[in-house]
Structure formats: C-alpha cells, structure tokens
C-alpha cells in the first residue's frame, strides 16, 4: 500500500536513525518500512533471528525489505529484557550509523487474562517487556537523542485513562501497557529541556498482526481490523514534526491523520465490508 502523503510532505526522515523495538513484524515493521520510504537508516531490533514456526517475519527479512524499499537497515538481534544486549544494540546503531535520532518503543508482550488465571511468569514477562524495556531503551538511547537535531520518543501505548473497565478483564496487562504511557507522561516533561519529544500512539481499531490471529480470535477476527500501515503512517506524520514544538501527547492514530488531511479510511481496512472493531482501550464514537 503506498503511504500516505501528509500535508507536511516537505518534512521528511531522509537520512534519520531510528531504532525501533519488536520490529520484525507487524506495527514495528510497518513503521520501519514507511522510514525507508523517505531513505531513513533503521535500527531493526528484535528476538526473531530464525523464521518461527507460528509467526512471520525475522529482523533479517525487515531488514532485506527497507533495503528494497530504499532506506538502510541494521539487524540487532536482542531482547529488551536483557541490559547488556540493549547496551550493545545502541553502541552498534552509533557505531553503524553515528547516532540516533528517533526511539520507538514497541516490542510489547500480551496476555488478556484474568488475575487468577495470570501466571506470575507472564506477569514478569509482560513488565520486564513493556515497561522495564520502554525505560531501559529510552535511557540507553537518551545520550544519543540529546545530539539530534530532530530527536523523538515514541512509545506504542494508550492514553492512561483510568477506566475500571479497561483494567478489570485483564489487570496485568493493562497495568504493564498504562506503565509505557507513564513513561511518555514523565519523560516529556523530564527531557522538554533538551528539546526531546516523548509521546505515545495507539490504534483506534484493531490492528491486523499476528497478536490479533493468534491470542484474539485467529483469521476470522482479522476482518474488522486494519492494516498496520495506519499506524505506520501516524507515526511518521508524528516523527517529522519539530520535537520541541509536539511533545507529551497521547495519540490516536485515526486522529494524527485527519489533522493531516486524511479523509478516507477505507483504504486501511482488511475488509472495508467489515465493522471496525474498536482497539483495547478507545471507543469507536
């Protein structure tokens, strides 16, 4: 799908360094893949090195298609958990590219399950990933960022809106998913003197990735979502935008694209026959 061209088409990420999380498939692929468009260099930073048997997609093959796609890539085969493998993904990108630009944080670990069915295990998983991962890459990054003309942090999480209804049917992860966002609401305040923007971004509807066939109702479910290049294409309209001028804020990807002239949806949809089915955390209306 071309990408849409927003009204700030004039403000590119030609020749900017971002280093994204999870960006083997899915959301993180198709942010990555929209930079390569303007010619940026990609940082593409995740655990699949190896095709896996349930899920497409390895940093190899992201890599290969911002190649095609005319940006330059970078594989950084590590898990966020671990300190050490982060520490030597930062030092790599600089060593490879010169610095970083642009951190987005999106690697993120789900499991939509009541407390008593929660394994303390997958409690641990999902908060070493979402928010002990967010605040470790953020401050691995942080030296980088200060030297970028243009720096940004942008986190893969919702407006923390606090809804018992959005936190009873599966408190772990909404605590582990609002603890990202708390990261974007301090952090921008923490970094505004540095002319660092931190902010966050967050599907309206559904989005088609492997999280949603897998863990949310397989291929049938698929039909009200839509394609990741929605948030690909919020992404980038957030990304060019001057960092000291857009900070702090809490996005919807449906949002940040009509305030960029985006008037037709349809063209996101997997199934524009379909209802949309609205995102964890929003509403539709």
């Not at 468009?37 to 990609?42: C, E, F, N, Q, S």
Request: proline share 7%.
């Amino acid at each position: 799908m071309p990408p849409f061209e927003s009204t700030a088409a004039k403000r590119t990420l030609a020749g900017k360094v971002l280093f994204i999380t999870g960006a083997s498939r899915g959301i993180g692929e198709a942010i990555a893949l929209r930079a390569a468009r303007d010619g940026a260099k990609v940082a593409v930073v995740g655990k699949t090195d190896e095709p896996h048997p349930k899920l497409r997609g390895t940093v190899h093959a992201t890599c290969a298609a911002i190649e095609l796609a005319g940006g330059e890539a970078l594989a950084c085969i590590a898990d966020i958990r671990d300190d050490s493998a982060v520490e030597r993904a930062v030092k790599a990108t600089v060593e490879r590219f010169g610095g970083i630009d642009v951190l987005v944080n999106n690697a993120s670990a789900i499991s939509l399950t009541p407390t008593a069915a929660t394994a303390m295990k997958r409690f641990d998983l999902m908060h070493s990933v979402n928010v002990r991962g967010t605040f470790a890459c953020s401050r691995e990054c942080l030296p980088f960022l200060e030297r970028s003309e243009n720096p940004h942090i942008l986190t893969l999480s919702p407006p923390p809106v606090l809804r018992p209804d959005w936190f009873a049917p599966h408190v772990a992860y909404t605590l582990s998913k609002y603890g990202m966002s708390l990261c974007t609401l301090g952090m921008a305040a923490e970094f505004a003197r540095q002319g660092i923007a931190v902010n966050s971004l967050w599907p309206k509807t559904m989005i088609a990735t492997a999280a949603v066939e897998n863990l949310l109702g397989g291929p049938a479910a698929l039909s009200g979502c839509r394609h990741p290049s929605v948030v690909a294409d919020a992404a980038h309209a957030i990304l060019i935008r001057p960092s000291r001028e857009f900070t702090g804020q809490f996005c919807i990807d449906e949002d940040v694209l009509r305030e960029e002239g985006v008037t037709d949806f349809g063209r996101y949809a997997i199934d524009p026959a379909a209802p949309l089915s609205p995102d964890i955390f929003v509403e539709l209306a």
